[in-house]
C-alpha cells in the first residue's frame, strides 16, 4: 500500500487535509504532520519536526503543501531512506513575492489573530469555496498562536532553497493551481528551470487546491506516487 506523508500550509494544523484524506479512501496510508501550535518557529526547527515524523521503513512519497514546500525539498535533497518522491503543491523554493521581503518587520504588528475570514477565504479558495470550507480554515487557524502564524510568515520572507532543489535527484511532481491568488505562475515556473525534470500538471482550482478539488488531486498524487515508488 502507498505510504503518503503530508506536510500542512501555514496554519501546520494538517486539519484542512481531510478532504484530501477522504478522497484516497482506503487506497493508501497517509500520515499528517502536524506543526506545534503555540512555538513560534521557523523553518529549520519545524524541518526538523517533520523528519521526526517520517516513516522508519518501508517506501513513501512525501507532499509538501505551500508553507512546506520548502521543508519538503529540503527533506528530499538529503534523500532519507525511503523517500521516493516528492510532491510540490501549490508552493515556492524562496519567497513567492520577493517584492514583499522589505515587510518583514511589520509581520510583529499584524493583526494574525483577527484577519478577516472573508479577505483569507477570496485568497484561498475564492469562487470555489464553501460554508463547511470557511469553517474548516476558521477552525485550523483559531487553533495555531499569533506569534506562531507570525514566525511563519517571517520564515516564508527569508526562505530561499533553491540550491537545495536544484540537488535533489527524486522524482517530483508540481502541482499548480490555475487560478491561484496567493502562490503566483512564477513560483512553479522557477522550480521548473531549476529541475526541468520536474513533472508540472496545473488543475482548474485556486491556491486551496486539495481542499477544493481532492478527486482530480488524489488521481495525479497517486499516479505519480505508483509510478515514483516503481523506480
Not at 7 to 35: E, H, K, Q
Not at 205 to 219: I, K, Y
Request: aromatic letters at 6%.
Amino acid at each position: 500500500m502507498l505510504t503518503l506523508v503530508l506536510l500542512p500550509g501555514l496554519d501546520g494544523t494538517g486539519d484542512l487535509f481531510d478532504s484530501f484524506i477522504a478522497a484516497a479512501g482506503a487506497n493508501a496510508d497517509i500520515r499528517v504532520v502536524r506543526y506545534p501550535p503555540d512555538q513560534p518557529l521557523g523553518y529549520a526547527p519545524l524541518e526538523a519536526h517533520a523528519r521526526a515524523a517520517l516513516p522508519d521503513a518501508g517506501d513513501y512519497v512525501l507532499l509538501g503543501e505551500s508553507f512546506s514546500g520548502p521543508i519538503a525539498i529540503s527533506i528530499a535533497a538529503s534523500a532519507p531512506p525511503g523517500l521516493k518522491g516528492v510532491v510540490l503543491c501549490c508552493t515556492f523554493a524562496r519567497c513567492p513575492l520577493p517584492a514583499l521581503t522589505w515587510l518583514g518587520p511589520l509581520v510583529s504588528v499584524l493583526p494574525v489573530a483577527h484577519a478577516p475570514l472573508a479577505a483569507l477565504d477570496w485568497l484561498l479558495a475564492g469562487r470555489y469555496s464553501s460554508a463547511s470550507l470557511r469553517a474548516a480554515l476558521r477552525s485550523s487557524l483559531a487553533q495555531v498562536a499569533p506569534e506562531a502564524l507570525r514566525a511563519r510568515l517571517r520564515a516564508v520572507m527569508q526562505v530561499d532553497v533553491r540550491e537545495k532543489l536544484s540537488r535533489v535527484g527524486l522524482p517530483v511532481l508540481c502541482l499548480q493551481a490555475a487560478h491561484d491568488r496567493t502562490v503566483p505562475r512564477a513560483a512553479s515556473q522557477l522550480i521548473l528551470s531549476l529541475r526541468p525534470q520536474t513533472e508540472l500538471v496545473e488543475l482548474d482550482a485556486p491556491h486551496f487546491l486539495l481542499q477544493t478539488v481532492p478527486g482530480e488531486a488524489w488521481q495525479v498524487v497517486s499516479a505519480f506516487a505508483q509510478r515514483a515508488c516503481a523506480i
